[in-house]
RNA sequence: GCCCCGGUGGUGUAGCCCGGUCAAGCAUGUUAGCCUCUCGAGCUAGCGACGCGAGUUCAAAUCUCGCCCGGGGCACCA
């Protein structure tokens, strides 16, 4: 009988079995062939959360053993949005530093016998697998099969001719068991390595070195993998077995994070690049001003399960405004403005405070009867309205005409008029681009995923650095990107 | 086809291992209201879920069996 759980509900994260506070170790282990995802983001806070709740060692390991697929720009994708989102490594390599290493656990395994040259075609190796019967290779010698290993080692074998597999189960009802390939030869160059090396792990053998040699204890990772096999390996050079837990992809709605998807996107400049708004890159999230906190608050919240699920933005969003709540400048931002003339106004000039409750500094404007207001707004009132101009004076409209005509009506707040934001001659023209959902319920790309809105700002913008997130009262959060252009954040 | 893994409100989760305290908690969403010189934040109230069927039991979201549905693996990708 196993003791109860105490735990009452989830404060935080579930503890992790087998794990002792201070002998702990975690990787953040992705394949630089495109860009950070919020997916990964959302596994590195994982990883990163239960490396300080354990005081463990955080690798950042890449998976580079493909020179097809990897790419030195999406390396540095890794290390900068790693970065931005606060999660701080110990220790970082690449496996293809250590293929020296790799290669030594290659022979070890053809000694012993668990892993043999084959040299059959691949459509041949799949038929096989696919019958269960092993192919005239798998019997050899030890001796000739080391023989094609130092062959390929010494690149004296093209690409395909040989590959070295693992002797598994052929008859295994999991048919990734059946003999599974270690090494290919790749020719290739590698992005880091060059023309060093032709012949290269495959994913299974590659991890199980590296977690041994890293000291791993936990790998908690996304479940597109079986573990079978890597656990086979692993006994089979007599590693230490570890903690493996896996949890289902973060696939948020209307945004999938998927390469295949996302590619032809940016091929065929639907979106901006990589780093649109709208894709689930993480430099995305960046310029859609989503602060790192928010997605590591959210991956609590959420947490990590087997279940599929699809994420909505909103959640992320929710959270993601009250943290930018209290440390936002308000600044008037006028959408669509329509121009307003008030009659017998006095001259008047207003010190606002950027924050209704915070000591965000202020901003001195000056009214001289002139201003804009959102046509939105312009559109439901009616003559003889009494509405104020917020933190400046109450107006009465006189006539719906364009221009907008209205009477000052005082200074005094009234607690039922209706408060608008507005802009005095002096504003600045900015956009605001509101990203949406990139795909339709059916997959299609949705057309309307990016909207703008062209409008005034108070002067007061235009002293804002880009990279720079700020409330637009009324209208919503929004980051500045470049100058004049702001991205809606939510 | 074979092999894993899942299925709790619109969405994400808690609860399931160890059956009763669950006519099901929280968040998001939505509706109404309060507060606020914002359609933000905050506060209050309402809405909304145990995939289906059988079985075990005094008692099933929780255990058993069958079915259905979803995801993943079965690469000289990771």
Redesign the pocket.
Known sequence: ?????E?K??VGL?PLRNAVKGKTAFRL???P?GYMTVGHAMAWTINYLYKEMYEGELWLRF?D??P??VLPKYYDSFRRGTEWLGVRWDHEKSISDDMEIIYESGRKLIELGRAYAC????AK??RL??EGTPCEHRGGSIDADLKVWDELLANRHR?????IRFKGDMQS????L?D??LF???SQPHPLTGTRYSL?????L??AVEDEICRITHVLRS????DELQQLIRDALKFRRIEVI?F??FNF?GTPVSKRLLRPLVEKNVVSGWDDPRMPTVDGLRRRGIVPQAIRDFTL????????????W??L???N??L???VSK?IFFVPNPVQLVVEGAPWKE?TIPF???KDLGARKVSAAGRFHI?S??AMTLKEGAVF?????YNVELSSTGAPLKAKYAGDG?L?EAK???WVADDHVEATVSVPGELFLDGGVYNNDSLKEVAGYAEKAASSLEPGDIV?F?????CRLDSPGKFILSG
């Not at 009988?1 to 759980?5: E, F, G, L, Y």
């Not at 290269?200 to 299974?204: E, F, V």
């Not at 479940?223 to 079986?226: A, L, W």
């Not at 087997?306 to 909505?312: G, M, N």
Request: with cysteine; aromatic share 10%.
């Open positions: 009988m196993q003791a109860r759980h735990e509900g989830r579930q282990a992705p394949e062939s998976e053993t493909n097809r697929k040299s059959c075609d691949e190796v799949k697998r696919f690409e395909g001719a040989y590959v009802p999991n048919y990734s059946r599974t390939n290919r030869v790749i290269w792990p495959t994913y299974d590659a991890n479940s597109e993998f079986r896996q289902s992809r709605k919240q959420v947490g990590y399960t087997k279940t599929e699920h699809e994420y909505d909103s959640m969003l929710s959270i405004r009250k930018l709540d209290p308000r207003v924050h209704p409750q959102p939105t707004d104020r101009l917020m933190d400046l707040v607690p408060k608008l934001q409330q009262p009324r209208f919503g959060f």
